[in-house]
């Protein structure tokens, strides 16, 4: 079961995330080969976003469904289903990934972005996404590698500490992408493709909101993992490269794509 405590992000967030994923999320739809299929299942499909996307962008797609756990980010995709007026075409419902509920062999094509760091289970996600899939249909996950963030503050042990903290703790599962090759494969699916992107960061500001930062260092305040010193020490120093202009941050996306 999902725990909403560990890294849980709002509609807000997800619709700023969004813009800086946009090249990453066309992308993803081309693997999904959206274009020659006829329905689509979006799983942890947050506020539709993609769903909606897609629709609009391949209109000859008939069945679109996106699933999502939070019943809150279900209501908010209808209401933007409605409002970029594909609603006919494009549905959202209250799912949890563990079980969906869709007969086996439903969908064309199953797509899953940024769900499987919340994922206490991921081996059992994927065994569903499997499941509903037709033989022969596409498989797509597109996944943050957040132990692969860098932050050029100089102080460069306690990033990697840090870094591993907050995949290691604040996430279910921040480390899902660099274990989904392994998985994929136990899951029985061979060819996967894998593509990794790197986003870039200048913007302090938006990478503060990103990379709920300000969250998971006072928890690891709070847990004991950091010392009161190095927490100090350490927004110091992201001030001041923020203030001389010299703060870069980098983070690798990864899209796995394949025929079920
Ligand atoms: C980071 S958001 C990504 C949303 C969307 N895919 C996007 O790219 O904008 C992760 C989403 O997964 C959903 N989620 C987390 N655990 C889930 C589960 N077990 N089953 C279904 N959805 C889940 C959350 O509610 C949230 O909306």
Redesign the pocket.
């Known amino acids: 079961m ?1 725990n909403k405590n560990k890294g849980y ?1 709002n509609q807000d967030y ?1 619709n700023q ?2 813009q800086m ?1 946009a090249p990453i999320k066309l992308d993803s739809y081309k693997k999904l080969q959206a274009n020659h299929i006829q329905s689509l299942i ?6 539709g ?2 769903t909606t996307t897609i629709a609009q962008l391949y209109p000859e797609l008939k069945n679109i469904i996106g ?4 019943k809150d ?1 279900v209501e908010q995709a209808d209401k933007l289903a409605e409002e970029k007026e594909c609603s006919d075409r494009t549905r959202h419902q209250h ?4 079980d969906l509920p869709f007969d086996d062999n439903s969908f064309d094509a199953v797509r899953a ?3 499987f760091m ?2 206490e289970d991921p081996e059992q996600a994927l065994k569903e996404m499997v499941r509903v899939a037709k033989p022969g249909g596409r498989l797509v996950i597109v996944e943050t590698d957040w132990a692969s963030m860098s932050v050029n503050n100089g102080m460069d042990e306690l990033e990697r500490r840090t870094s591993h903290y907050f995949a290691s703790e604040f996430l279910n599962n921040g480390y899902s992408a660099r274990r989904l090759p392994g998985q994929l494969k136990a899951a029985g699916l061979e060819k996967v493709e894998i593509e990794i992107r790197s986003l870039q960061s200048y913007d302090y500001q938006l990478w503060l909101l990103l990379s709920q930062h300000s969250a998971m260092m006072h928890k690891a305040l709070q847990n004991g993992f950091i010392s009161q010193k190095e927490f100090e020490d350490w927004n110091k120093q992201l001030e001041i490269s923020d203030m001389t202009k010299s703060f870069f941050s980098t983070i690798n996306i990864m899209s796995f794509s394949c025929e079920v």
């Open positions: 999902m992000v997800l995330a969004a994923f979006d799983i942890g499909c947050g506020t976003i993609d699933v999502d756990f939070d980010m799912a949890n990934s563990y972005e940024r769900l919340h994922l």
